[in-house]
């Protein structure tokens, strides 16, 4: 049954980190600057949206334990606390994106790539809001058991970035690459790619939302859940991400002042890693479902959550090993440059060291999420990352002179003690029974 559930969920996962891909493939083409503009762009903005994708994450619990209890209408008020908490942080998450770019210059990178990095957040600022209903809404449904709409809405998706982010990235270029006359389109590099994103997040949530309006209760009464309870599941979440995601767009700045082409090698690394962790991050959204069922039933969660812990490191040995034997190809995926080629190959041999540790982290989490406990969790992606691994980069990288590959050490250091850390803590909580949220 877990196999079952998670399958869908990482396919439609690892589409969705596709579109990104995809994006940097187009800008690669158009300039280095665009690439790394677009790269730190996207990291801020994706540190930016943490509070409102936690908030999102925050409905795994709340939904999966009301099925659980045989209470449907309990789960849609959450779902629909959810949607509105997410629009009320949206005009916040957007206005402090474009603030953090006012602190680029002062971490030495170069004015044209702050320039980009602002530029394409401009052009995403409208798909933020998408993101996170979109983010929510798919998390209702998987509750439910339903996981094919979202799987289809990014297919969908994809085939919407593929042609706009191509049109409004290289405007009349993309044309006569396919033999078609120019229509005047300007080449917007990055604020095109900021655009092309918005719009697939937008068809993202027009298609999933219809299938969540379906669960809808009749008449959805009786079941009351307070935005406060919402909010203390989310928002711990949220710091949880912004812990792990913040220590990631650290790196990316970091990276960055070494030049453009370090930075644009550690972004094709980090975007092929994040593709490979949609899989285990599918399987944490299944385990946190499944966990929250039992929950919901009374029933205990160990097995299921141990067997969910067991599935994502094993399913995460298969892009370590591609990541290790066939680096060079890969990275040329995204660059003809051979300085860049060389370094994103180098830095892909290390991403493959911590890709079993990802899925173990990522996997346990999802179960502690299931069973609301998310407190523990932030603070051991706090203490671990920005305490260890953090430091373990700056040691390497720059007192040791390593550069960017000291920088990936100290990455994969702080997820390695992230690992152990959730695992022990789950074990420990499903000793005994768990109380329902």
């Known amino acids: 049954m877990l196999a079952v559930l998670a399958a869908p969920i990482s396919l439609a996962q690892v589409l969705l980190i596709l579109i990104h891909l995809v994006d940097t493939s187009i800008l690669g083409r158009v300039s280095v600057e665009d690439l790394a503009g ?19 994450m925050g409905l795994e619990p709340l939904a999966a334990q009301s099925l659980g209890a045989k209470n449907p209408a309990r789960a849609w008020r959450a779902y629909v606390i959810d949607l509105r908490l997410g629009a009320i942080v949206w005009a916040p998450t957007a206005a402090l994106s474009l603030a953090a770019t006012l602190l680029l210059p002062a971490l030495g990178l170069e004015p044209v790539i702050v320039g980009r990095a602002r530029a394409y957040l401009i052009g995403q600022a409208p798909g933020m809001a998408a993101t996170v209903a979109f983010l929510t809404t798919r998390t209702f449904l998987q509750a439910h ?56 997040d937008l068809v993202l949530l027009a298609f999933v939302a219809w299938f969540a309006v379906r669960q809808r209760p009749r008449p959805p009464t009786g079941a009351q859940v307070s935005m406060r309870t919402v909010w203390n599941l989310g928002v711990p979440i949220g710091f949880q991400m912004l812990a792990e995601i913040g220590v990631f767009t650290t790196a990316s700045l970091l990276a960055a002042k ?162 152990v850390a959730l695992f022990w803590r789950f074990l420990r909580i499903a000793r005994g029974p768990i109380a329902r949220l």
């Not at 677009?38 to 999102?56: N, P, V």
């Not at 092929?272 to 039933?297: H, N, P, Q």
């Not at 173990?360 to 706090?382: H, K, M, S, T």
Request: glycine residues 16%; hydrophobic residues 55%; proline residues 4%.
């Open 38 to 56: 677009a790269a730190i762009g996207r990291s801020i903005g994706f540190a930016s949206m943490c509070i409102g994708m936690g908030i999102a």
């Open 145 to 200: 058991g339903i996981t094919g709409p979202a799987f289809a809405a990014a297919c969908l998706a994809n085939v919407t970035n593929f042609v706009f982010c191509n049109l409004l990235v290289r405007g009349d270029d993309a044309l006569r690459s396919v033999h078609l006359p120019g229509l005047g389109l300007p080449r917007l590099g990055a604020f095109g790619g900021g655009l092309a994103s918005s719009l697939a």
């Open 258 to 419: 070494f030049g453009a082409k370090v930075a644009a090698a550690h972004q094709i690394a980090l975007g092929l890693a994040t593709f490979t962790y949609m899989g285990a991050l599918g399987i944490s959204g299944a385990t946190a479902v499944r966990v929250g069922l039992a929950v919901g039933a009374g029933q205990p969660p160990r097995r299921v959550g141990l067997l969910g812990i067991a599935m994502g490191g094993a399913v995460m040995t298969v892009p370590a090993i591609v990541f290790w034997a066939i680096p060079e190809q890969l990275a040329s995926i995204f660059t003809s440059d051979p300085e860049v080629l060389a370094l994103g190959a180098r830095l892909l041999r290390i991403a493959a060291l911590f890709q079993l540790f990802d899925g173990v982290q990522a996997v346990a989490g999802g179960a502690l999420r299931g069973a609301g406990d998310v407190r523990v969790a932030f603070i051991v992606n706090v203490v671990a990352h920005w305490g260890f691994g953090l430091p373990t980069a700056l040691i390497f990288g720059f007192v040791l002179g390593a550069q960017a590959r000291g920088i990936w050490w100290g990455l994969t250091a702080g997820l390695v003690v992230v690992s």
